[in-house]
């Protein structure tokens, strides 16, 4: 890639080939070769085959550029994952290429001096048209860096996309650019040595400033490495954005660092041949320790290609993060290998003359999935909001694809004439058209069709995953659709029957047990079981004639069936009862609405006052009740005399309630002791003392008025 290339010119390359060659020649006489290393796990495709060189191939994102003669000079070539273009056709010489996201930059003499060239995956631009040499062209997304000679030195240039900027203007050389995200760094010469220089956009940094020279530098996401003397050997150093960390401290040389994403590899001398070393980010790890020289390291990814000698010739080798594979084996040299994402490309002599190879690595194998065994979450508000005489319209929340996360696959909505449970699901008829479910925590809606009129009606879905894994079951609301006045329900413990007088347009009806009280306690007498919200979107008039069961088992105490009465919920619970059937234990009520029901049976009270008033409900009795409650049963003395009373009233009461023509004798006699109660129970305590003031002044002048008649009389 254009940011991780050996930055060496193709003769001073050359000229260390043959160095290495002669030391390879001179240790084969002493050493035996070692092991070969494992075969590659890949394939290795060759990209050309002619009987001219082509050389110096570099890869990006699969695709490969380099230059090879084609009889009368070099031309560039692309490979762009399935065909060869060749991009240059002329008499000039084309090389010195670069690739970076199917753009290809290049260096070509046009006969006079080099200039600089971009494909930019279409066409061809000329970026340089001058009478001085320009060359040493890097890429990188679209922005193109190089070196070029204007009379006095060579000079940094930077191209945008756009324009092109002169990045450095001074007497020295500026060498060997390098770019990456718009950051460019390069070497150059200060008046006494070279230095390392970084741009970062808008202004350029001097990274190095000693008395040694730093060359060669490389850039990946901001930081930069280089090779430098210290005085005794070259090192290599680190500038990671903020400071510059020595990574090597020997007295072998270290050269040509390459970086990505952090990690640097390069060559180092190790007192007997070169190997590869590779930089972490923590800490370095010596790859390669054999007899043989290994060189030119790249890198990307984590994964470091080199070419190093086996004892024969040079070889292309690859290390993957873990181990190292041996790409080539043959009796030829491969040389100067780039690496992109675990491809490899390099030139190799074939026999006849230099060819490109590109060896693809296998893909990793197919993970074997782990099994989805989570169901959707079981919906748990599965509703009846509506409908016609013959469908019920459903309403939910949507559950996920795992419980409550994600989204479900299908749902299975069903409906039966009874109860629906796990035993009997297979039984209830399955609806057609259900909805694709939406992720989870979205509300849901599906209409049932085709139900019979007349008839109660069970509803229940599920919900499966792409597997498929079932939820539980859901709630199982129900409900019953009439075209005629009667509908009929029962709950799971008490009938509840609903009749209208006259119903205009069909509706459900449902009614919805609670035990929860929406109306607040009620003197003198207890709810049974459930309250019972009945509800419908019939059009009806008339009165609604309800009918509630109950549990004779129910009762408590003193409490009799023929006492249960209906209440409704209105302002306060007040007492509909119209009749009682005590053989079929039902109440029945007819009211003008529907609402709020609850049932419950008379409480001890207070007997006498009751069957004066003719109601326990009696504001007259309700003041007895609140007096004996407030003033009587909260201390020994009154509720002894309360017992008593609850013992000797009854008979009275019931020979009162017999001769109706006593009530309101009885009324009259109890007019005290309700004024009596009205005034404790419904006055401050201010207004108890004034009262009790102004009914002893007149006690007493009572008592002064009678004494003068008294005195007058003769008495």
């Known amino acids: 890639m254009n940011s991780k290339q050996l930055l060496r010119s193709q003769q001073s390359r050359k000229l260390l080939f043959l160095s290495s060659c002669i030391i390879v020649a001179a240790l084969c006489l002493t050493f035996f070769p070692g092991p070969m290393r494992a075969g590659a796990s890949g394939s290795t495709v060759q990209l050309t085959n002619n009987s001219y060189d082509d050389e110096n191939p570099v890869i990006d994102a699969g695709q490969v550029a380099w230059h090879g003669f084609d009889g009368t000079d070099p031309e560039i070539y692309l490979y762009d994952g399935s065909s060869t273009i060749q991009l240059t056709n002329n008499s000039n010489y084309d090389e010195s290429e670069v690739i970076d996201a199917g753009q290809v930059v290049w260096a070509e003499n046009d006969g006079n001096d080099n200039e600089i060239y971009l494909y930019d995956g279409t066409s061809t631009i000329q970026l340089t048209n001058n009478s001085y040499n320009d060359e040493g062209a890097n890429i990188n997304a679209g922005k193109v860096t190089w070196e070029g000679y204007y009379g006095n030195g060579s000079e940094i240039f930077l191209y945008d996309g756009t324009s092109t900027t002169q990045l450095t203007n001074n007497t020295y050389e500026d060498l060997s650019p390098q770019i990456d995200a718009g950051k460019v760094t390069w070497y150059g010469y200060d008046g006494n040595d070279d230095e390392i220089y970084l741009y970062d956009g808008t202004s350029t940094t001097q990274l190095t400033n000693n008395t040694y020279w730093d060359r060669y530098p490389q850039i990946d996401a ?155 979450a079981a919906v748990t508000n599965l509703t009846i909001s509506g409908g016609t005489s013959n469908s019920v319209t459903l309403v939910w929340t949507a559950p996920g694809d795992d419980g409550n996360a994600g989204t479900a696959t299908t749902y299975d909505i069903r409906y039966h004439t009874s109860g629906i449970t796990e035993g009997n699901w297979n039984a209830a008829t399955q609806c057609n058209g259900e909805p694709s479910p939406q992720s989870a925590g979205n509300g849901e809606t599906f209409t049932v069709n085709g139900l019979n009129a007349g008839t109660h009606y069970w509803f229940a879905l599920k919900t499966a995953d792409e597997v498929p894994n079932w939820s539980g079951l859901s709630d199982v609301p129900s409900g019953q659709w009439m075209s005629v006045n009667q509908v009929q329900f029962s709950d799971s413990l008490n009938g509840v029957d609903v009749t209208f007088d006259s119903v205009t347009q ?72 119209t009749s009682r059937d005590t053989g079929k234990n039902t109440v029945t009520a007819v009211i003008p609405k529907l609402c709020f029901f609850g049932l419950a049976p008379a409480a001890p009270m207070c007997f006498i006052a009751t069957a004066a008033y003719g109601s326990y409900l009696d504001s007259h009795v309700q003041t007895l009740r609140d007096f004996r409650d407030t003033y009587l049963v909260t201390n020994p003395v009154g509720s002894s005399l309360v017992s008593t009373y609850y013992k000797l009233s009854p008979p009275v009461a019931k020979f009162i309630d017999e001769h109706p023509a006593l009530k309101p004798i009885v009324r009259i006699g109890l007019f005290p002791a309700v004024g009596i109660s009205e005034v404790a129970v419904s006055t401050t305590l201010a207004q108890k003392i004034a009262i009790l003031a102004g009914t002893a002044l ?13 005195v007058k009389g003769g008495f």
């Open 698 to 710: 007149v006690c007493v002048a009572l008592v002064v008025c009678l004494r003068r008649k008294a």
């Open 222 to 376: 901001g930081q930069v490495t280089w090779e430098g003397f210290d005085g005794n050997d070259i090192e290599i150093f680190l500038y990671d954005g903020t400071s510059t960390t020595q990574l090597t401290n020997n007295t072998y040389e270290d050269r040509f660092p390459q970086i990505d994403a952090g990690q640097v590899t390069w060559a180092g001398f190790d007192g007997n041949d070169y190997e590869i070393y590779l930089y972490d980010g923590t800490s370095t790890t010596q790859l390669t320790n054999n007899s043989y020289w290994d060189q030119d390291p790249v890198i990307d990814a984590g994964k470091v290609a080199w070419d190093g000698s086996d004892g024969n010739d040079e070889e292309i080798f690859l290390y993957d993060g873990t181990s190292t594979t041996q790409l080539t084996n043959n009796s030829y040299d491969d040389f100067f290998p780039q690496v992109d994402a675990g491809e490899v490309t390099w030139e190799g002599y074939d026999g006849n003359d230099y060819e490109i190879f590109l060896y693809l690595p296998s893909p990793p194998p197919t993970p074997t999935p782990t099994p989805d065994t989570t169901p959707p």
């Open 506 to 577: 069909a509706g459900l009806t449902k009614v919805d047990p609670s035990t929860n009280n929406p109306c607040g306690k009620v003197q003198d007498f207890r709810f049974l079981g459930k309250f019972y919200h009945i509800t419908t979107t019939a059009i009806y008039s008339g009165n609604v004639t309800v009918t509630i069961g109950y549990n004779p088992g129910d009762l408590q105490g003193k409490e009799k069936e023929d006492e249960i009465d209906i209440f409704r919920c209105e302002n306060g619970w007040v007492d509909v009862t």
